[in-house]
């Protein structure tokens, strides 16, 4: 078998996988009660936008949807199913290896684009009625937000995946260097034609540029990096992230031999130590290790927020019940992931602390998410 053909295979079962859990999660009420208001309430804004009807919300408010795209632009579940060449570099096939991480970097670029022109067709009514720009500058925007994403998935590719080959990191830096110099003429031309929300656009993404080149400087001296590191040479820890369909051997917590910095001056949640409370001080900590767990949640978070801003009022309040909904069962099943390790099957707690720091460890989850919903839809009420 080919690396076309492997990676078509696994790709298969993965979608079979999510569409079974997709199945299974959305029952008839879900659909009823989540899913088709909030169809109905997308689809009504579309339409009023392209009517030209501006009921939710103004032209000079408009440079808001800036700060979301951003947003989508940077965080994100990316799935470039590298992990497969994990899996096969124990049967020591670097060729196919080196296929099957190229495949994969191939298959998230189009992934991207998709998802970003569905996004822009959505946004267009927007763009042409109340921003009154041409199409022309429409495409300038995609092209430029695309470079964004692509820029965004070769450096993921460059501090996650090892190159060995010294052709390989130089085509990568060629890509790099061409992208850097087309965003700086891209810039150079928005700044000369007065464009605040493009020029809102390329700060913030030069800013990224400079940021992201200096991690990939710093890759040697970080904890973070450390662990990534720990990560790729114990090739079993990142087969879950991928082949969440197969049994996986229970692996223990990735440490690192020095304190991470983000928690080097950390005081203790609880005054009181006990059982539930150091459990759920672990599973914080363990939580915030992974950069992709940090990215899902503020995911959940930053797409909640584009609706609960333009929707009529008596929506503004119910609707962000259903985000947070959907930040509790997405609470309990990564508290479910965390709960059945090794470790508590050899030390077990009693179930009454367990439910205690479960109940705990999801309102954590829940107010920040809460807090900064209602802020949204408070402000949005006098803004728009």
Sequence with gaps: MNSITIYRYRLKQYRQFKRKVWLLANDWSVSLYILLPIALLLLFNWISWWGSKQIFLEVHQLRVIGGWLFLYCWFGNLFMAVEEADKVFLLGMRTLITSLRTISLYYSLQKYATHTVLLFVYLLPLFIQCLLINITQVFELLVLVLLWKYYHALMRYILYIKMEHLPAKAAVYVVIFVMDFFLYIWGIKLISMHADIYLFFYLTLLALVVGLQCLYILRLKGTFFKDVDYQLNHKYFSLSLVFLFAPVPHVPLIRSQKTPWIFKRSTRLFSVR????????????????????????????????????????WIKFLYPLFILFILWEYAKSEWSSYIYSSFFKIHPLPKEQMKKARKLSTLLFILPAGIILYSVSVLSTFLF
Excluded: D, G, T
């Design 274 to 313: 006990n059982a539930s409370h150091v459990l759920i001080e672990c599973f914080i900590k363990s939580y915030c290790r992974n950069f992709m767990n940090l990215s899902r949640y503020l995911q959940i978070v930053v797409y909640s927020l584009i609706p609960n801003a333009i929707v009529p009022v």
